[in-house]
């Protein structure tokens, strides 16, 4: 991913908001900015704002207040078609009526190019999703994800710089889908193509993106990469929605630099780092991924017990449910390999968990 200053504003919103009402705010005073050939996840649940962004991106839908600019140049005011910016949509959106050659000669069409290159270009867009011997057949001929690649090569024909996708693969299967996730990803890092995608499914942000926004309620509530994502969630919602999350509820005793020592409801002590919550006094939650808990809990900090309500083989590692300290949701994942620990529905356990794995944030 490119981070030097001068194309780090390739797309910019500035100050931007929508409201279909006029009175309430879908999206609330975005500034944010792309960086060209970056490839950028807004990632968040459905009526977050994501897909209202990506429109007016697009310019189907119009900023109420703000401005958004393209390689410098304000945009607010140009049509959807003088954007030069490809489309990919979950419904394809290819012309039923259309031979596939038709469909990706379209866009060449429009803007006025001979027919000879039109060809040659055609002809290229197919052979980078791999489907260079379906140019006479008709969309219904052809799978969902046959359809979803026609429709990918469409919007990349023209060579556009910005590229914006809106759940592209979400009617397709799973391995169908994870298959075309690593596939869009390599194609990115082949074309340099700077890419805004649009998913609610964070495991497919986490796989393809170099930083992902996340939304809620019109605003962003971290834009990072994805492995700071997952490792350091700035809030309590960050921490829930993207991977799993164990939460307990305490109370901040007090905070020192770094650290902070907090009481849970049950008067049980733990130490977190002090990363988005108050002073003492101050209530808090705890977040604890489930791959960090220890079984037996070792030489861990953060030592206590939990009673063990529910076990699922899931092959390569072992979903433990325990009730710990009044949280029955409380989730351990258990590698399944030789010698580890096994443990029984009923059982009561001994865990543990590190400071630094723990992390005190807004309530």
């Not at 970056?38 to 900023?63: N, R, V």
């Not at 977040?287 to 960090?292: G, V």
């Amino acid at each position: 991913m490119s981070n030097s200053s001068d194309n780090d504003q390739f797309v910019e919103f500035d100050g931007v908001q929508k409201s279909y009402d006029g009175e309430t705010l879908v999206v609330i005073d975005l500034n944010l900015k792309i960086g060209r050939g970056e490839f950028l996840t807004l990632l968040g649940p459905s009526g977050s704002g994501k897909t209202t962004c990506l429109m007016m991106l697009a310019g189907f839908e119009t900023a109420t207040h703000g401005e958004i600019r393209l390689g410098g140049k304000p945009i607010n005011n140009i049509p959807p078609h003088r954007r030069g910016i490809g489309m990919v949509f979950q419904n394809y959106a290819l012309f039923p009526h259309m031979t596939v050659g038709e469909n990706l000669s379209f866009p060449l069409e429009v803007r006025n190019l001979p027919k000879s290159e039109r060809e040659l270009k055609v002809k290229n867009a197919l052979d980078m999703v791999q489907m260079g011997g379906f140019y006479g057949r008709r969309p219904a001929q052809l799978s969902g994800g046959q359809q979803q690649r026609i429709a990918l090569a469409r919007a990349l024909v023209f060579e556009p710089e910005l590229v914006l996708m809106d759940e592209p693969l979400g009617a397709l299967d799973k391995q169908l889908r994870e298959h075309m996730q690593l596939e869009i990803k390599h194609l990115h890092e082949r074309l340099g193509v700077t890419v805004v995608y649009v998913t609610h499914d964070q495991s497919e942000a986490l796989t393809m993106s170099d930083r992902i926004a996340v939304f809620n309620d019109g605003v962003i509530q971290q834009l990072s990469v994805p492995d700071d994502l997952y490792e350091r969630p700035e809030n309590a919602f960050v921490a829930q929605f993207i991977g799993e999350n164990n939460r307990l509820s305490g109370t901040i005793e007090h905070v020192d630099g770094a650290y902070a020592s907090v009481v849970l409801d049950d008067g049980f002590r733990n130490r977190a780092l002090a990363i988005n919550c108050g002073g003492s006094g101050s209530r808090t939650t705890l977040s604890i991924r489930p791959e960090r808990v220890v079984i037996g809990g070792g030489d861990q900090a953060n030592m206590t017990e939990g009673d063990v309500l529910e076990l699922i083989y899931l092959g390569d590692h072992i979903r433990c449910r325990m009730n710990v300290h009044g949280n029955d949701e409380f989730v351990l994942k258990l590698p399944n390999t030789a010698g580890h620990d096994r443990l029984a529905v009923g059982e009561r356990a001994m865990i543990g968990w590190a400071v630094e794995d723990c992390r005190a944030l807004d309530a």
